[in-house]
């Protein structure tokens, strides 16, 4: 992976444009679920063997006999909302879920470029304070948590490279 592959930051206005969005997925969402996992555990799904049989019901015996399941299970017009909100929701989910590996993806990359970017500063303040530049020891004392059992980040006794005795 290159030294600093990201080196990028949402403008402004693409921040707001952004956050501008999430809230009007949810202002348009107002009947959306939450779930604890017990309770998601108790629901039933329709998985990808099940669909088949789902579409069929729905888009079939259900238009030629309305009155199949009226009451007993809800009606026929509440099966069909139920059944546009999946095929709504569905290609949504899938949206998301890109959209989600990506915004993971992007910055779990940041997070590893500024995570070895610190560890360049630690190094660099070791060195200088290893060479009596003032302030260098509260840096170093303030980074030494950061990286305490990290394993070997190089010499314990960093050396000035521009030393010639070293």
Known sequence: MPINQMNSTFTAPQATAISGAFTTITTNFPFAVNV????????????????????????????????????????????????????????????VEVLREKLVDTRRVAAHELYNFLLGAYEMAKMAAKN????????????????????????????DPTDPTN
């Open 132 to 159: 009596n530049i003032p302030g260098m020891d509260v840096v170093v004392n303030d980074l030494a948590e950061l990286f305490a059992g990290q394993g070997n980040f190089g010499p314990t006794d960093p050396t």
């Open 36 to 95: 604890n996992k017990e309770e998601g555990n108790k629901l039933k799904s329709i998985d990808n063997k099940r669909y088949p049989y789902v579409q069929r019901v729905m888009d079939i015996h259900i238009v030629n006999f309305p009155t199949l399941v009226s009451g007993f299970a809800g009606t026929a017009a509440e099966g069909q909302n139920d059944w546009t909100l999946i095929k709504q929701l569905d290609p949504m989910i899938a949206s």
